[in-house]
C-alpha cells in the first residue's frame, strides 16, 4: 500500500454542457447527469487499485493519485499478482474490495510489435480485462475505468473520430488483434452495466508518451524510438537519422501525466457509463514529428525515410468534443511534452540492447 500525507482536494462535480452528442454509445448531456453517481465515495481514503502500475500510465495515474492526497493505493506487481490468472485476480479483489480500479494493464507495443506478437497482444490483453471486469462484478465493485487505444476506431473513418465511430468499417490490420481485444474491453464494460447497473467507463487514449515508456527500437512507439534515435546520432555524429515508413502518416499525441489527469479527473466526475476519446485535438505527420524531436534532442542531420517499414494507418485524430463538454482538456504542447520526456530519458536512461532497424 502507498502512503502519502496531503489531502486529497474536495472532488467536483463538473458543469456538464449540453452539447454532447447525440448517440446510442455516448452519454448525452441529460443520460450523463443521471449516470453521475449520487454516492459521493470519494475521500482520501478511498481505496484504489491501479492494474498496471509499472506501465507508462499505471505510472503516471499513481503519481497524481499521490500529489492530490489520496493515500489508500494498491499496487501489485506480477509477481505478487498475476492478472492473467483467473482465480488468483478473482481471489484478490473479493478479499481487497477496492471501491475504484484503474485497468490500465495491458500489453502495449508499437506497429512492429503489434503486428509481430498478434497472438500475444490479444491472448493478454483479453484475458487480463476478462479477469478483472468479471471478478469486480463478481465481488461487487461498482466503479472501474478501463484503457483502451484510438486503434479500435477504423481505418479509414472520418476526421476528427468521435465515440460513435466505432465499429462501424474495418480496422487497420497492423494492430486489429490489438483493437478488437480493446474493443471487447469496451463492450465488457458496457454489458455489465447494461445487465448488472454497473459503473464502468472506458477511455481511449491517443498514441502516449512520457516518463516510463519504452526506448527498445523494435518494440517501442514512434516518439519514444525517435528521442532515442536522435540522441544516438548525435552523441555518434551521425549524419542521418532513419524514420520508419513514408513519414506522412498523421498522429496525435498526448503527454502522459494530462491522460493521468483525464482519467482521475473521470473518477472524481463521477461518471458511470460511456466511452470517452482523449487527446490534445491536434495531430502530426511523423516527418513534422521527427524534426521536432530533432529540434528538443539538438541533433543537426537529415531524415532518411525507410519504406520497407508500414505506414499504419493514415491518421487518427480524436475528436475531444466529449471531454471537453465535461471541463477537461490537456495542457502539455507536443514541443514541451517532449522536452519533458527527453529530460526523463536522459536521467533514466536504461542499458539498451544494440538492436538495429
Ligand atoms: O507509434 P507507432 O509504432 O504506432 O508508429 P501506430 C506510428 C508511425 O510512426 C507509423 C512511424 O507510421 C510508423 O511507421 N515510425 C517512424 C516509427 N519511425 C518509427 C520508429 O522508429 N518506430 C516506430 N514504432 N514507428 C500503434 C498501434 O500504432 O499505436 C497500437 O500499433 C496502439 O495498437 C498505439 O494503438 C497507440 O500509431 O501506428
Redesign the pocket.
Known amino acids: 500500500m502507498i502512503q502519502t500525507s496531503s489531502s486529497p482536494k474536495e472532488t467536483q462535480h463538473s458543469s456538464l454542457s449540453t452539447d454532447l452528442i447525440a448517440d446510442c454509445r455516448l452519454p448525452t448531456a441529460d443520460s450523463l447527469s443521471s449516470s453521475l453517481s449520487t454516492q459521493h465515495f470519494l475521500s482520501p481514503h478511498t481505496k484504489i487499485f491501479i492494474a498496471g502500475h509499472r506501465g507508462m500510465v499505471g505510472s503516471a495515474i499513481v503519481r497524481l493519485l499521490q500529489a492530490k492526497g489520496y493515500h489508500n493505493l494498491i499496487v501489485k506487481t506480477r509477481e505478487e499478482l498475476d492478472l492473467t490468472n483467473q482465480s488468483e485476480v478473482h481471489g484478490f479483489l473479493a478479499e481487497e474490495k477496492p471501491d475504484y480500479i484503474f485497468l490500465a494493464a495491458a500489453r502495449?507495443?508499437?506497429?512492429?510489435?503489434?503486428?509481430t506478437f498478434r497472438a500475444d497482444?490479444i491472448y493478454e490483453n483479453l484475458i487480463i480485462e476478462t479477469n478483472i471486469i468479471h471478478a469486480a462484478w463478481k465481488a461487487g465493485l461498482n466503479r472501474l475505468l478501463f484503457l483502451g487505444?484510438?486503434?479500435i476506431y477504423p481505418r479509414d473513418c472520418p476526421q476528427p473520430i468521435r465515440e460513435e465511430y466505432l465499429l462501424t468499417g474495418p480496422l487497420?490490420q497492423?494492430?486489429e488483434p490489438?483493437?478488437i481485444a480493446k474493443i471487447a474491453g469496451i463492450k465488457l464494460c458496457e454489458s455489465y452495466n447494461r445487465q448488472y447497473g454497473t459503473g464502468y467507463v472506458s477511455v481511449m487514449?491517443?498514441?502516449?508518451y512520457g516518463p516510463n515508456d519504452t526506448y527498445d527500437?523494435l518494440e517501442?512507439?514512434?516518439?519514444p524510438?525517435?528521442i532515442r534515435?536522435a540522441h544516438e546520432a548525435k552523441l555518434q555524429g551521425e549524419k542521418s537519422l532513419?524514420?520508419?515508413?513514408t513519414?506522412t502518416?498523421k498522429?496525435e499525441f498526448l503527454y502522459v501525466d494530462d491522460m493521468a489527469e483525464a482519467c482521475i479527473f473521470l473518477m472524481e466526475s463521477g461518471v458511470t457509463e460511456g466511452l470517452f476519446n482523449v487527446g490534445t485535438g491536434c495531430d502530426v505527420t511523423?516527418r513534422e514529428?521527427?524534426e521536432t524531436v530533432m529540434d528538443v534532442v539538438g541533433f543537426k542531420g537529415t531524415l532518411t525515410f525507410d519504406t520497407s517499414?508500414?505506414?499504419?494507418?493514415p491518421r487518427?485524430l480524436l475528436d475531444v468534443s466529449s471531454m471537453k463538454a465535461l471541463g477537461w482538456q490537456s495542457k502539455t504542447t507536443l514541443q514541451n511534452g517532449i522536452a519533458k520526456a527527453y529530460a526523463d530519458f536522459l536521467t533514466h536512461k536504461p542499458t539498451f540492447q544494440p538492436n538495429q532497424?
Open positions: 502495449v507495443g508499437g506497429i512492429h510489435a503489434n503486428n497482444f487505444s484510438s486503434c487497420e497492423t494492430n490489438y483493437a487514449p491517443t498514441n502516449l527500437l517501442s512507439h514512434v516518439l524510438a525517435l534515435k532513419t524514420v520508419w515508413g513519414g502518416p498522429r511523423i514529428l521527427a517499414r508500414p505506414d499504419g494507418t487518427k532497424t
